[in-house]
């Protein structure tokens, strides 16, 4: 982590910032690497394997992601990403969102897609993912949509989870 990144505060549901489109990075700025930077600083302090830009309250396509071992961590950043092919073939892995803490669910999804994007010196990259990877790249790329994994799931799931959400953060209000 660079010595200038600095932590930035998540947002959590039902904020309605996860809820909007992200808009199109379209200039690579020391202020877009900042935020990269600031954002892998975030993501792993929380810690958690993917953040996505609207997550700490910045409507631009970026994300992060390390989907590696603690041991051989595997950083990316993605500056306007987009899944260009997705497998016909599906795969279901459990799910979990720093934005809604502590929840989790089993997710469909494909299981392998391949994503094109701008790293942050503009170079145009391309990454086939499968496994973890997959599943968390489409996780990050639907919070650039707004949409959040608890969209995949039945509602009444869904609805679950909100409650058990909302009601941790009355308990958490009241305490404080």
């Known amino acids: 982590m660079p010595a200038t990144a600095k932590l930035v505060p998540i947002v ?10 992200a808009k199109p990075v379209t200039e690579i700025t020391d202020g877009i690497r900042q935020l990269l930077d600031d954002m892998a600083a975030t993501m792993y302090d929380a810690p ?24 051989a961590p595997e ?15 599906r795969a279901i892995l459990e799910e979990g969102c720093l934005s809604i803490p502590d929840q989790t669910a089993d997710v469909e999804r494909p299981a392998e ?21 997959a599943a968390c790249v489409q ?8 949409v959040l994994f608890i969209d995949h799931i039945s509602r009444l799931k869904r609805d ?3 409650r058990r959400v909302m009601k941790e953060m009355r308990q958490t209000t009241s305490r404080n």
């Open 12 to 21: 959590k549901v039902p904020d309605p910032v996860l809820r909007e489109t």
């Open 48 to 71: 958690g394997i993917g953040l996505a830009a609207p997550q700490v309250n910045v409507g631009q396509r970026v994300i992060v992601m390390d989907c590696g071992k603690d041991d």
């Open 75 to 89: 950083l990316f950043k993605m500056i306007n990403p987009e899944i260009i092919r997705e497998s016909d073939a």
């Open 113 to 133: 897609v391949e994503v094109r994007y701008l790293d942050e010196a503009g170079e145009m990259q391309s990454l086939v993912a499968s496994g973890l990877l």
């Open 139 to 146: 996780h990050e790329i639907d919070h650039l949509n707004g």
């Open 160 to 162: 679950m989870i909100l």
